[in-house]
């Protein structure tokens, strides 16, 4: 199936408004609403969930999951360079990967059993997963706000995109940096922006003593530093 490619100029292009953040922080932060263009896109989208033309095996065309919900009243905040993975890793699903499978599939749709073809059972397999993936991600870059943590280089006090540092009641020190819910690695030291200690830290600055309840008990945190990346070198 050939899917519209809108998305690589349009589909996915910043809004040209910004809008003050909501409880993330002062007057300098922007969060960049994302509008889509009115095209085919969502048509083909759907299409490419309803079954192949020579799909009769059992559970081809099932509806996508839909997303994770978010909490209620929660914003999808994410940084510029979480924003970029996710739509390259769109596009080469949808430029790369999914052509790549269906080519495979087709050709080991000819070559004898269906039920006995493993090449043509695994692409099946493959080719509902490259589409649930493409379906979250095309869902959540729809709702997704890009907010730059540049615009805080400098500032000692802790917003969305913040490296923060800071030292619990035991003198343990962690430092965490609070990323966009579709984005973050704990891996690499990051924390969702709604995480109970981001949600904790928020706003606070350097020297500040917050409280975070844990089902371990109640804790109190120190701000000890807080930094973000430049608008050279955004993280």
Known sequence: MQMKRCLHKTHMKYGAACLPIQGLGGGTGRAVKMRS??????LE????????????????????????????????????????RLRA?????????RPKVVDVVSWAAKNGDRSENGDYLYGKKRLREIDRR?????????????????????????FFGATVTYVDDNGAQTTITIKGVDEFDSTLGEVSWIAPASRALLKAKVGDEVSLVTPGGQHRLEVIAVSYPSAAVKA
């Open 37 to 42: 263009c009115q095209t085919k896109f969502q």
């Open 45 to 84: 989208m759907s299409k490419a969930f309803t079954r192949e033309s020579d799909a009769d095996d059992e559970g081809e065309g099932e509806t996508p999951a839909a997303p994770p919900a978010l909490p209620a009243g929660v914003k999808n905040y994410i940084t510029p360079a979480g924003f970029a």
């Open 89 to 97: 890793e769109l596009m080469n699903l949808l430029d790369v990967e």
């Open 134 to 158: 493409i379906y979250f991600l095309t869902k959540r870059l729809e709702l997704a706000e890009v907010v730059d943590p540049s615009v805080h280089f400098g500032r000692e006090q802790v």
